[in-house]
Each structure stands twice: as structure tokens, then as C-alpha cells.
């Protein structure tokens, strides 16, 4: 059973443009949460997202940011015109449904490293 | 409100020595306890959590943590330290619904 996937591992962008990373879930897993860990800093929740659903997004940025969790297909975090602030370590993590056990922890990937030029 | 805090960003103990990493969360029914490591450029690996049961919760590398619901509290130790447990270590709790609440870590220096 493979684990979360993540890519890129590394991603460089130019000020202004589009960054695009991806999260596969481990399989059976529904839920998908988005992390920003900052340089020296905690790790930050951004955003829950279950299938097609966006369940709690109360740590996303108002702007330039976005989050999908498709039918089909990796959950997708999108930066449009990034700035250097967004330089920083994304991680998601995936975990069963609620109802299949509450002790189920999160299962994290190993993070993209976005560096903003 | 805030779920997890975690007393302590730094904690710097000499090789041998006993670590104390410290967390408590906030919390009106019985939470899941979890504690994580993240070792240098690497995602988070989870060390030990509670559930039910036993409240004294053993994890991997001979790390442990102790519920303690009057103190709220789910403080991790480790008898003795070694050099390769310097990380940053992360308390979470995970609350009805799904949602997590991870503590701002407590980055661990072993001292040789």
C-alpha cells in the first residue's frame, strides 16, 4: 500500500506565475488536509478536503490560493502569481473516514518545496 | 480557540539525558492524541497516539507519552536521548468530525 504521494518534491516558479502541487491520498483514504510549514515555523493548516467537497478552508489565504479534491484523480493546491512569501514546504496528509475508526491518524507525504524566484 | 499548545519551541538536552517535550490541548470530550517527528527536509512520521485504553502510550524509538485528562495534558519523554532524536517534534489532536489540530512544534537539540 503505497503511501501519500506528493509532486513535485521541488518546485521552482517566477514571481507572477502559476504553481500547481499535487497530493495522492493513500488508497481507501477520502480525506486530504494542506499544510504550509514556513522557514522556522510550525506547521500551518490551510485546507480538509474530502471528494468534491471542500470541508474546511478557514486557513487559506482570501487570495491567489485554491484547493481541489476531484472524483477522480490527486487533490490539487493552486498558487496563482506567486510571491516570495510563498516560498515554503507544502505537505499534505490524507487519513480514513471518520466513521471507519476514530483513532486513524494522518498519514503524511513528503512535502513540496516551493521556491519562489 | 486554541486546540494544542505546545510549551517550549526549542528544548536543547545533553546526549543521554531525559527529554521532556511538553503539550497540552483544550478539548470538551475525550480527544485522539497524537505526536509526530519531523526529522530535516523529511514529512511528518507519526511516534505514538491515544485513543482509549492504557494512558500511558508507547511509540516507536522508546519514545512515550502519558494522558492525563486533569491536567489535560499529553507530555512525551524519552528516558534517555540520542543524537539522532534531534527533529521537530508536533503534538496534534484530532476532535470529532475529522479535523486535526497540530501545535506550532518543538524543534529538539541533542547536545553530544
Known amino acids: 500500500n503505497a503511501g501519500v504521494m506528493q509532486n513535485p518534491r521541488h518546485l521552482v516558479r517566477r514571481r507572477g506565475q502559476e504553481a500547481r502541487l499535487r497530493c495522492s491520498p493513500m488508497k481507501g483514504h477520502s480525506h486530504v488536509y494542506w499544510y504550509r510549514q514556513l522557514p522556522e515555523e510550525g506547521l500551518k493548516f490551510m485546507v480538509y478536503l474530502q471528494k468534491e467537497n471542500i470541508i474546511d478552508e478557514s486557513g487559506m489565504p482570501k487570495e491567489r490560493f485554491s484547493a481541489e479534491f476531484p472524483k477522480e484523480g490527486p487533490s490539487i493546491l493552486r498558487i496563482q502569481q506567486v510571491v516570495r512569501g510563498d516560498s515554503a514546504a507544502y505537505f499534505c496528509?490524507?487519513?480514513?473516514?471518520?466513521?471507519?475508526?476514530?483513532?486513524?491518524?494522518?498519514?503524511f507525504g513528503p512535502g513540496t518545496r516551493l521556491t519562489v524566484l | 480557540a486554541q486546540s494544542v499548545t505546545q510549551l517550549g519551541s526549542h528544548v536543547s538536552v545533553s546526549e543521554g539525558a531525559l527529554v521532556l517535550l511538553r503539550c497540552n490541548y483544550s478539548s470538551s470530550v475525550p480527544p485522539y492524541l497524537f505526536w509526530y517527528v519531523q526529522y530535516p527536509n523529511q514529512g511528518l512520521q507519526l511516534l505514538l497516539k491515544y485513543t482509549t485504553g492504557a494512558t500511558l502510550v508507547k511509540g516507536i524509538n522508546g519514545f512515550e507519552a502519558e494522558f492525563k485528562k486533569s491536567e489535560t495534558s499529553f507530555h512525551l519523554t524519552k528516558p534517555s536521548a540520542h543524537m539522532s532524536d534531534a527533529a521537530e517534534y508536533f503534538c496534534?489532536?484530532?476532535?470529532?468530525?475529522?479535523?486535526?489540530?497540530f501545535g506550532t512544534g518543538t524543534s529538539l537539540t541533542v547536545i553530544p
Open positions: 496528509a490524507s487519513s480514513p473516514p471518520w466513521a471507519s475508526g476514530g483513532d486513524n491518524e494522518q498519514f
Open positions: 496534534a489532536v484530532r476532535k470529532t468530525g475529522n479535523q486535526f489540530y
